[in-house]
């Protein structure tokens, strides 16, 4: 009896679900609701995306700047030092993000002179 029950019950919510999806389909309000939705959505992946980076990069400076005074009892200045560049390499690294920076290109980082393609010196 109860797998009659069982079986009866997920027929009626198969039923109801296609209901509704055919519901959803005629409704404009939806699609527009949807579309809303899924903007807000990768609104909240962008921020947590750039919260994250920003935050690992102060905690990996930190980190090293610690291990550095903790081996070569540098003191309190290794951390400070670190914790700095890491805030910096953070604020970088979310400005590359966002696109408010560009990323460093190839050329530039071969140390080759861009117009015709010898070194620098």
């Known amino acids: 009896m109860a797998d009659n ?7 009626r919510l198969k ?10 389909r005629e409704d404009p309000k939806y699609a527009a609701d949807e579309a809303r939705a899924a903007e ?10 750039l919260s994250s980076e920003f935050v690992a ?13 903790r081996f070569a009892g540098t003191g309190p200045w290794g ?3 670190l914790l700095l560049l890491g805030f910096c390499a ?3 690294n979310v400005l590359r ?7 460093p290109r190839p050329v ?7 117009k015709n393609g010898r070194d620098g010196a």
């Open 5 to 11: 029950r069982k079986e009866g019950l997920e027929d």
């Open 15 to 24: 039923r109801l679900g296609s209901q509704l999806s055919e519901k959803r």
């Open 40 to 49: 807000n959505r990768k609104g909240y992946q962008v921020a947590v995306k």
């Open 57 to 69: 990069a102060i905690i990996v400076g930190a980190l090293l700047g610690y291990l550095l005074d």
């Open 79 to 81: 951390m400070i030092v």
């Open 90 to 92: 953070g604020v970088l």
């Open 97 to 103: 993000s966002a696109g408010m920076v560009a990323a």
């Open 108 to 114: 530039d980082l071969s140390g080759k002179d861009g």
